[in-house]
């Protein structure tokens, strides 16, 4: 359990160190440097143990994300079973759990989630960021599109709160819009990222851009090496918009935490999320200039 300085603040929870979805913007390749890996980020996983949490009270009203630099729903979970084992250990802590997840694995444990639910504020979270599964195999080697979409549908009507994360969002690729049409019905939430390229990948997601969609090359040197943020701020509009259209609150922070009602999820605008910590529904962000 470690201290956590994502935008949500909290506990961040990886049961595995290296994620087999392998995906091509992967921020978290960074923890290679921790553990002393060489191998290609994705091709390897390391298994952590740790001793029983014998007082998981002490985790009570804290936030608890499971998931933050390895998917705790990778494939080789189904062998060893370490993220159910938190999950049991944290059933009765009175902690506010968020699963991040781009896998349908989730469905093993729906018994178990149910009964979290009772005891703590949980949520669960899928990121997509294409109805395309094209793109997504081009992108990573997690559950298809349509299996997490299922995943997220039959996790909503077990009375659990859901989020769709539309992240990264990749310019000119991914269709908010459309991605909103979808889940609309089946979550509670949708938080927008925008795709940010640092380190290694970012070489990695431009040849990409350059092979397979090479009409959005100029728009990505734009955004990417002259750091113009137009594109970005105007999508966030077409956000605020869309949220006008269809009854749905606009917010930069998701909590406090609540539930939507059906058909009308909260939009939650994460672009550029190192402005967001502290904004509590504002508007305002850390940067100057901006509001
Ligand atoms: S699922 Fe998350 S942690 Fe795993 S490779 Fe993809 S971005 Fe990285």
Sequence with gaps: MTKSSAPLGGYAVNPYVGCPHACRYCYASFMKR???????????????????ITNPRRYAGQKVIIGTVTDG????????????????ELKDSGA??????????????????????????????????????????????????????????????????????ISPVFPGITDIEAIFHRVKDQCDLIWLENLNLRGGFKKTVMDYIGEKYPA????????????????????EQQAAELARRYDCRFVDNETPYERAEPGH???????????????????????????
């Design 216 to 235: 959005l090359v100029p728009l990505y040197d734009e955004i990417y090496n002259k750091r113009n943020r137009s594109y970005f701020e105007l999508l």
């Design 96 to 165: 506010e759990i968020l699963i991040c997840t781009k896998s349908d694995l989730v469905l093993r444990d729906l018994e178990l989630l149910r009964e979290l639910n009772q005891s703590t504020r949980l949520t669960v979270s899928w990121s997509v960021n294409t109805l395309d599964e094209a793109f997504k195999e081009d992108m990573d080697a997690a559950s298809g599109i349509a299996a997490r979409l299922e995943a997220m549908k039959q996790v909503y009507e077990a009375g659990i709160r859901t989020v769709c994360f």
């Design 265 to 291: 999820p909260i939009l939650v605008d994460y672009f550029y999320h190192e402005e967001v910590r502290g904004t509590e529904n504002t508007g305002v962000r850390k940067k100057k200039g901006r509001g």
């Design 34 to 52: 921790f553990t002393g890996h060489t191998e290609a980020w994705g091709s390897f996983l390391d298994v952590k143990n740790w001793p029983p």
């Design 73 to 88: 729903y990778n494939p080789l979970e189904e062998r060893y079973g370490k993220t159910r084992r938190i999950l049991e």
